[in-house]
C-alpha cells in the first residue's frame, strides 16, 4: 500500500442512526448486489459492494446503525475501530430528515473528526409530510459538507448523492490526520498480516475517542445554534396516522391481544397459500424427476448404485427441500411489512412488560420474533445490548424460535399425519411451544445471567413500505437461506443417502445399513420418546441444520413427492411418534450456524456448550413427556 | 426549534386526564419523568444516569432543558411512550426515575 490512493479501490462508509432508511439507501445506490466482507482487526462482518465511481473502483461498505459515535454499545465500538483502522476516502453520513433536531449530532461528530463526508438527509417525502423545512445552502454552509434531501424509499435524489460523492472523491486523497500515522503503520504490517495477525487497532482508538470527548461539551451549543438557522420544524405534530393508529395497536387492554391476532393472521396466510403451493412445486419436481430424469440417467448407462445416488439421493433431497422455497418466501413478505411497517417496534413496547419480569426486554422479544425467520442474523441482533448478562440470556432464548428451516419440516409432517384444519393447529401449537420453552428457560436462568440495562427504544412513524421494497428484500433473504443452505443440503443428502444404502447388497435404510446401525445404537437413548431408528437418524443430521431433515427422510423413505413420502411415513409411523419427532426437532440444536454465531458472538465455550445441552435435555423432557402421556391415555 | 404546544381537540380518547402536577420548586424532591401522567409535557431538569446511558439518550434528543411529552403509559408497569421534538420513544419507567423534570402542563 503505498501513499498514492489512485490504483487502490476507493473505500466509502455508510455511517448513520438506527432507523434512518440507511440501509435500503445502500442497497439502492449499488444495486443489492452486495456481499459479505472480510475486514482485518473486525470481528464482525460487514456488508460491503463495489461501485464505479468517477473511473475509479470504490468499495461502499455499509457501517452498522449507531446512535453516537462516543456510544457504548458494541456496534458503536465496532464502528469506531472501522473509522481508526481504515483508510476512509469519504464517509457518506445519512440522517434521517425529519428528525434532524437530533441526528444532526452524527454529522458534527464526523466533521469533528475531519473525515471527508457528504451528508445525507434522507427520508425526504416524511419530512415534507411532517412539516419540517431545512435550508440545505445553509445548512451545507455550517457544517462545510455537502448537504442533499434524498428519498431512498422513492428513489428520489439518488443521481445527485452519487455525483456528490464522485466530487468528494475526485477533491482528492485526503488524509485525515488521525488516520496518516495509523494508514502508514498498516503499510508496516501488511505483510505480516498474511500470516493471519490482523492489525491491532486498539491503540487508535483511544486517539479518535479523545478527539471525540474534546469537542463532547461544546456540541449541544453548536447543534443549537444551527439547528435555529436552519431548521424548522412544525408547530404541531401532524402524523396523525402514527397518533391514531396507536392509541388502538398500543392500547393497554387491546395492544397485545392486536399483536397476536395479527401474526396468528399472518401465519394462517403463509399457510393458505403457501402449502398448495409447495405441494403442486413438489408434484411436478417428482414427475420431472420420475418421467425426464430417471429416463435419461437410465439410458446413459450409469452403474445402479450411480443411479440411484443420484436421483433418491441427490435429486430428491434437494427437490424436496426446494418445493418449500416458497413458503419461506411468503414468510420473508409477512415479517418484512411488519417491520417496515414500524409494527415491530411497538411489539417491543407492548411485550416489555412481560420481558422485564423474565430478565429480558422487548428488543429480546423482537429479536426472538425475527428468529422466527432465521435464528443466525438474530443472534447477531443481541450487538444492540450492552450488558453481557441480557445478551447471554437473550442468546439462550432465540434458538427455541421455530426458524423458517424447521418450519418446512412441521408444514411437511403436519399435512402427512393431520386433516388440513387440525395440521393449522399442530403448527400453532408448535408456535405456541416455542414461547413456552423460551419463556420457561428464561425464567429458569434469569437468576444466573442478572442484567439491568436501560432500555430506551425509537419507535418510528407508521409507514407503508412500497411492494418493490418488500418484494426485494424477501427474494434477498430467500437467496441468502438458498446459498447459505445449499452446501448443507447436498452434503447432508448425500450423507444421509450413503448411509442408507451403505454397505452395498443391503436392503436400503434395512436395520443392516450404516443409518439403521446409528439408529439402532441411538435407539436406547430416544426410545422413551418414541422416536424410532429412521427418525434417529433424521435427528442426528439435524444437527447439522434443519434444512437436511426434511430432504433426509426423502432419502431414507424414497420418496421425493411430499404427499407419496407422507404416506410411507404415515405407514411406519405413529401421530404421537410424529409429534413427538416435531417438538425434539423444535427444542434441540437449531443448526451447526446457530451454535458458532452462539460462540462467536458470546465468546464463550462453556456458554455456547451449555445452550447446546441444555436444549437437548429440553426437547428430551418435552417429547417423552408427551409421548409417554399419550401412552398412558391410550393414543395410540 | 419550536416544541408542539398548540391546544387541539386531539388525545381526547385517552382516559380522563388528571390535574396537572404542581412542579417542585426549590428545596421539595424534584419531580421525575416517571411521574408524570399520559397527556402532560414537561422539561428535563436533570439527568442522573451513568455515562453510555447519557450518550444514548443525548443522541435519542433526551438532554437537559428538552421538553418532552408523555403520550402513553404501558400496562403492567410497563414503559412510558414519550415524544421528544420529532422523535417518538420509549423508556422503562425504571430509568425514567432517573431523569428529573419541571414546567409540567398538560399539551396536546
Known amino acids: 500500500m503505498s501513499s498514492s490512493t489512485a490504483c487502490r479501490p476507493a473505500t466509502v462508509a455508510v455511517l448513520g442512526m438506527p432507523n434512518t432508511g440507511k440501509s435500503t439507501l445502500f442497497n439502492k445506490l449499488t444495486g443489492s448486489h452486495a456481499h459479505i466482507g472480510n475486514w482485518p482487526g473486525l470481528t464482525v462482518d460487514l456488508m460491503q459492494a463495489s461501485l464505479e465511481l468517477a473511473g475509479r473502483n470504490a468499495q461502499l461498505i455499509d457501517l452498522p446503525g449507531i446512535y453516537d459515535l462516543r456510544g457504548h454499545s458494541e456496534d458503536e465500538a465496532v464502528v469506531r475501530r472501522f473509522l481508526a483502522s481504515t483508510a476512509i476516502d469519504v464517509v457518506v453520513v445519512v440522517l434521517n430528515a425529519s428528525q434532524l ?55 428520489r435524489g439518488l443521481g445527485e448523492a452519487r455525483q456528490e460523492i464522485r466530487k468528494a472523491l ?16 498498516a503499510a508496516a504490517q501488511a505483510p505480516g498480516s498474511l500470516a493471519g495477525a490482523a492489525p491491532e487497532p486498539a491503540e487508535a482508538s483511544p486517539s479518535l475517542e479523545q478527539r471525540l470527548a474534546l469537542v463532547d461539551g461544546e456540541l449541544p451549543q453548536r447543534m443549537a445554534a444551527i439547528l435555529a438557522a436552519t431548521v424548522q420544524l412544525p408547530p404541531q405534530w401532524r402524523d396523525r396516522l402514527t397518533r391514531r393508529l396507536d392509541r388502538v395497536l398500543l392500547h393497554p387492554v387491546l395492544g397485545l391481544p392486536l399483536f397476536f391476532a395479527t401474526m396468528l393472521l399472518m401465519f394462517q396466510g403463509i399457510y393458505a397459500i403457501g402449502v ?61 411489512v411488519v417491520e417496515d411497517s414500524g409494527y415491530l417496534s411497538r411489539a417491543a413496547y407492548l411485550m416489555d412488560a412481560l420481558m422485564e419480569r423474565l430478565g429480558l426486554d422487548g428488543r429480546s422479544f423482537v429479536l426472538c420474533l425475527m428468529g422466527f425467520g432465521c435464528n443466525v442474523p438474530a443472534i447477531l441482533g443481541t450487538r444492540v445490548m450492552r450488558s453481557t448478562g441480557l445478551r447471554l440470556l437473550t442468546m439462550l432464548v432465540i434458538p427455541f424460535s421455530l426458524c423458517s428451516a424447521r418450519l418446512n419440516v412441521f408444514l411437511f409432517m403436519a399435512a402427512a399425519f393431520f386433516t388440513p384444519s387440525q395440521g393449522a393447529l399442530v403448527i400453532f401449537g408448535l408456535y405456541l411451544m416455542s414461547f413456552a420453552a423460551a419463556i ?10 442478572a442484567a439491568k440495562e436501560a432500555l430506551v427504544l425509537e419507535l418510528p412513524p407508521y409507514r407503508l413500505p412500497t411492494p418493490l421494497q418488500i418484494l426485494t428484500r424477501a427474494w434477498a433473504e430467500v437467496r441468502h437461506f438458498w446459498f447459505w443452505a445449499r452446501r448443507f443440503i447436498v452434503i447432508g443428502v448425500v450423507a444421509v443417502w450413503l448411509l442408507n444404502n451403505l454397505p452395498q447388497g443391503v436392503p436400503p435404510a434395512s436395520a443392516q445399513t450404516l443409518s439403521g446401525q446409528l ?42 413427492d411430499t404427499s407419496l413420502l407422507g404416506q410411507a411415513m404415515a405407514a411406519q409411523v405413529s401421530w404421537p411418534q410424529a409429534v413427538s419427532f416435531m417438538l425434539f426437532t423444535l427444542l434441540y440444536v437449531p443448526c451447526l450456524s446457530t451454535v458458532a454465531v452462539i460462540r462467536s458472538e458470546s465468546k464463550r465455550l462453556d456458554f455456547t456448550l451449555f445452550t447446546i445441552g441444555w436444549s437437548l435435555v429440553l426437547a428430551w423432557t418435552v417429547s417423552t413427556v408427551f409421548f409417554q402421556f399419550s401412552r398412558l391415555v391410550g393414543w395410540h | 426549534m419550536a416544541s408542539p404546544t398548540a391546544p387541539s381537540g386531539q ?13 417542585a420548586r426549590g428545596s421539595a424532591p424534584e419531580t421525575l419523568l416517571s411521574d408524570l401522567a399520559a397527556g402532560h409535557s414537561a422539561t428535563i431538569s436533570s439527568l442522573a444516569v451513568e455515562p453510555g446511558l447519557r450518550h444514548r439518550l443525548q443522541a435519542l434528543g433526551l438532554h437537559r432543558g428538552q421538553r418532552v411529552h408523555l403520550l402513553r403509559r404501558g400496562w403492567w408497569a410497563g414503559p412510558l411512550h414519550l415524544r421528544i421534538g420529532m422523535t417518538e420513544l420509549m423508556l422503562r419507567r425504571a430509568d425514567a426515575a432517573r431523569v428529573g423534570i419541571d414546567h409540567v402542563a398538560v399539551s396536546p
Open chain 1, 519 to 560: 439408529g439402532v445404537l441411538l435407539h436406547p437413548l430416544l426410545a422413551p420418546t418414541g422416536i424410532d431408528p429412521n427418525l434417529t437418524v433424521a435427528l442426528v443430521f439435524g444437527f447439522i441444520a434443519k434444512e437436511i431433515v426434511l430432504g433426509g427422510l426423502a432419502v431414507i423413505y424414497g420418496q421425493a
Open chain 1, 170 to 185: 475526485a477533491a482528492g486523497p485526503l488524509q485525515p490526520d488521525h488516520l496518516t500515522a495509523q494508514a502508514s503503520l
Open chain 1, 276 to 336: 398448495p403451493v409447495q405441494g403442486l412445486l413438489s408434484s411436478w419436481l417428482s414427475q420431472f424427476g420420475q418421467g425426464v430424469l430417471a429416463p435419461l440417467l437410465a439410458s446413459w448407462g450409469l452403474p445402479a448404485f450411480l443411479q440411484g445416488f443420484l436421483m433418491e439421493g441427490l435429486y430428491q433431497g434437494i427437490g424436496t427441500v426446494s418445493a418449500f422455497l416458497p413458503v419461506i418466501f411468503l414468510f420473508f413478505l409477512a415479517m418484512g
Open chain 1, 101 to 155: 433536531d437530533r441526528q444532526l449530532r452524527l454529522a458534527l461528530q464526523v466533521q469533528e473528526l475531519g473525515l471527508p463526508a457528504v451528508v445525507l438527509l434522507n427520508m425526504a417525502d416524511e419530512a415534507k409530510r411532517f412539516g419540517v423545512s431545512i435550508n440545505l445552502p445553509a445548512l451545507g454552509e455550517h457544517l462545510g459538507l455537502p448537504v442533499l434531501l434524498v428519498s431512498a424509499k422513492y428513489g
Open chain 1, 440 to 449: 420457561l428457560t428464561a425464567l429458569l436462568f434469569q437468576g444466573r445471567f
Open chain 2, 11 to 23: 388525545a381526547r380518547i385517552l382516559a380522563p386526564l388528571p390535574a396537572p402536577i404542581q412542579p
